[in-house]
């Protein structure tokens, strides 16, 4: 990993420990956001780290696994990482299908410590009716 670009590495770890955790204890989440933090999630708007948090652990599924297929990572000119995530989620003991989905998480090193400040979400669904 020595050889990746430190924005690379920085990205490419916190979307590991994202999905760690919302994987295994959604409620932890909260310590990757901050009171600005803003997500979007398939299209409804939360803002701050408790209104984040409420939404995640409120999610209808209790355990759920994420396979990342890719990610992209870049830096931006304030010093910011903008990171995208394309992967598929399958809700455990449940008979959905394993579906698609596009993430984007925009990370700020505040304190010495990588937290995001933007997250969107969207499902991989092709709804054209």
């Known amino acids: 990993m ?9 990205g490419s770890s ?3 420990h994202y999905y760690q955790l919302f994987d295994n204890d959604r409620t932890q989440l909260g310590a990757i956001y901050i009171d ?10 939360f803002q701050g780290k408790a ?13 759920i696994q994420h396979s990342i297929t890719a990610q992209d990572h ?7 990482i ?17 579906m698609g989905f596009h993430q984007m998480f925009l990370l700020k090193n505040i304190n010495d410590a990588w937290v995001c400040t933007n997250d969107m979400f969207r499902l991989a669904l092709h709804n054209f009716g």
Do not use: Y
């Open 74 to 80: 870049q830096p931006t000119p304030d010093s910011c």
């Open 51 to 63: 209104a984040i948090v409420e939404k995640l652990s409120s999610l209808p599924f209790q355990k």
């Open 82 to 98: 903008i990171s995208m995530v394309v992967g598929q989620l399958k809700v455990m003991a449940d008979e959905d299908p394993i």
């Open 2 to 10: 020595g050889d990746k670009p430190i924005w690379e590495q920085i």
């Open 14 to 16: 916190f979307i590991q």
């Open 36 to 45: 600005a933090s803003c997500l979007t999630w398939e299209g409804q708007q």
